[in-house]
């Protein structure tokens, strides 16, 4: 029996159009529709057959990749990849697998929230959130703002497109919770951000989503001075796992209830019957 030797390292890939991170898991975080090509290393004799599953427990071969040490895949969507190695005197030897995940990323615009206050603070002034606008003009740390979001389950890194003034240091803590979802418990996220003067891209946390519904999202400033602070959009990458449906955040667009407008003239004769009224 001939022995086929190989290392954690069998299988790498070569990403083409996007950054990919790789986790010591074998894992691939890609955008949809990347070109991904993964190379088998490590090999030295046998009938190679490439796999691929969406659950990572059952797989099927792939034909078209009979004795290649190349697959090229199209990331349509997310999927695991492992190689059999067979040279018809033991057992086949499988390859670790490889797992590639596909984001998706979902913006929400810094303005597109609304505005708290600490009790007893000024109800106008020290904040500006102006929808699908900007946050700016945060001279008051004691006002915060408040962004409500619909999300379905999944885990999302939560990145801010940002500027600050140069040299000055920002402190806050961002409070998650949600009304109805009762599987999730509020968490307190801190981070900080040292201004460079200009826009720039900056992750802060990740987020885990259990159970879809409404999540607040309040901002507080730790530190006192927030003059120059500049938030454009908060980003929300989602990734999604094989067997898993693809994460998604919505922004709310309406921030408030709609009105009902009932009139009645004092002098002409009018139609309508009512069994009650009510007005407030």
């Not at 040279?87 to 708290?116: A, R």
């Not at 409070?175 to 200009?198: D, L, Q, R």
């Not at 885990?208 to 999202?217: F, H, Q």
Request: with cysteine; charged share 20%.
């Amino acid at each position: 029996m001939k022995k086929i030797i190989y290392s954690f390292t069998l299988l790498f890939a070569v990403l083409f159009g996007c950054n990919c991170i790789a986790s010591a898991q074998i894992q691939l975080n890609v955008t949809k529709n990347d070109s991904v090509i993964i190379e088998l290393g490590g090999y030295k004799q046998g009938t190679i057959s490439w796999q691929r599953s969406t659950t990572g427990q059952t797989f099927t071969t792939m034909s078209a990749y009979k004795d290649k040490k190349e697959l090229r895949y199209k990331a349509s969507g997310p999927l695991f990849f492992r190689t059999k190695i067979d040279d018809n005197t033991c057992e086949p030897v499988y390859s670790d697998t490889l797992q590639v995940n596909i984001t998706s990323l979902f913006n929400v615009k810094g303005g597109q929230g609304y505005i708290e206050s600490a009790p007893f603070v000024a109800a106008e002034g020290g904040l500006t959130m102006r929808e699908n606008g900007v946050l700016s003009n945060w001279s008051n740390s004691q006002r915060k703002p408040v962004w409500f979001l619909y999300q379905t389950p999944g885990t999302y890194e939560v990145s801010f497109n940002i500027r600050g003034s140069n040299g000055l240091n920002y402190q806050f803590e961002m409070k998650t919770s949600s009304p109805g979802v009762k599987a999730y418990e509020p968490e307190v996220f801190p981070f900080e951000y040292a201004g460079i003067g200009s826009s720039e891209l900056r992750k802060f946390f990740t987020i885990t989503i259990p159970a879809a519904g409404y999540y607040r999202y309040e901002l507080n400033a730790i530190s006192s001075n927030m003059n120059g602070l500049t938030i454009e959009d908060l980003k929300f990458t989602g990734i999604q796992e094989p067997g898993k449906a693809e994460p998604k955040t919505y922004a709310e667009s309406r921030l408030f209830s709609t009105s009902l407008h009932m009139g009645f003239s004092s002098s002409a004769n009018t139609t309508k019957e009512y069994d009650w009224l009510y007005e407030e």
